[in-house]
T-cell receptor, first 113, second 115 residues
Framework: DADVTQTPRNRITKTGKRIMLECSQT?????MYWYRQDPGLGLRLIYY???????NKGEISDGYSVSRQAQAKFSLSLESAIPNQTALYFC????????????FGDGTRLSIL | GENVEQHPSTLSVQEGDSAVIKCTYS??????FPWYKQELGKRPQLIID?????GEKKDQRIAVTLNKTAKHFSLHITETQPEDSAVYFC??????????????FGKGTLLTVNP
């Protein structure tokens, strides 16, 4: 089945380290998104991309960067990780058409010590 | 930008009862309202969505209603079962056909169905 795959699933690292979270999809969708989930805060949008050359900041982009290497790949980087970036990170995809649902990956649980 | 408020944050019901979760949104141009279910340790999954040209949509035991005038929409689950226990998220978005499409999520409702 077509899916959204995130790697790694879990990561523990130290403050100041550079971290990359990767997302790949076989759904053939044009749009890709990165969200952060914290308890009681829901899902908050970090970055989104409508195609390889179209990348946009979401509501909480500070401290993060992204790269859309191909239509199927969208990576999230933390250049210098800090403890308050400890969270569950989700990648999602959607079709390009109007009002399409988003499909999520299994998430990456990131802990920064 | 869009702001979505979701209530209640927790909801406990007995098996067989109905559950209702309500959301309000601030952007009158929002025209797409999906609901996601997230079981413990799993990814959010779409369970139902509604577009602004309809007032109600049903799918077996779940239904969503939309009141555009009041800017609120609700999820209704009837005959609840233990497997309905999860966190439910509402969301809203607008799509002008350009680059504005993005979902704003509510903070979630933890639904517990007691056997």
């Amino acid at each position: 089945d077509a899916d959204v795959t995130q790697t790694p699933r879990n990561r523990i690292t130290k403050t100041g380290k550079r971290i990359m979270l990767e997302c790949s999809q076989t759904k053939g969708h044009d749009r890709m998104y990165w969200y952060r989930q914290d308890p009681g805060l829901g899902l908050r949008l970090i970055y989104y991309s409508f195609d390889v050359k179209d990348i946009n900041k979401g509501e909480i982009s500070d401290g993060y960067s992204v790269s859309r290497q191909a239509q199927a790949k969208f990576s999230l980087s933390l250049e210098s990780a800090i403890p308050n970036q400890t969270a569950l990170y989700f990648c999602a995809t959607s079709k390009k058409s109007v009002n399409q649902p988003q499909h999520f990956g299994d998430g990456t649980r990131l802990s920064i010590l | 930008g869009e702001n979505v408020e979701q209530h209640p944050s927790t909801l406990s019901v007995q098996e067989g009862d109905s559950a209702v979760i309500k959301c309000t949104y601030s952007d009158s141009a929002s025209n797409y309202f999906p609901w996601y279910k997230q079981e413990l340790g799993k990814r959010p999954q779409l369970i139902i969505d509604i577009r602004s040209n309809v007032g109600e949509k049903k799918d077996q035991r779940i239904a969503v209603t939309l009141n555009k005038t009041a800017k609120h929409f609700s999820l209704h689950i009837t005959e609840t079962q233990p497997e309905d226990s999860a966190v439910y998220f509402c969301a809203a978005s607008r799509d002008s056909g350009g680059s504005n499409y993005k979902l704003t999520f509510g903070k979630g409702t933890l639904l517990t169905v007691n056997p």
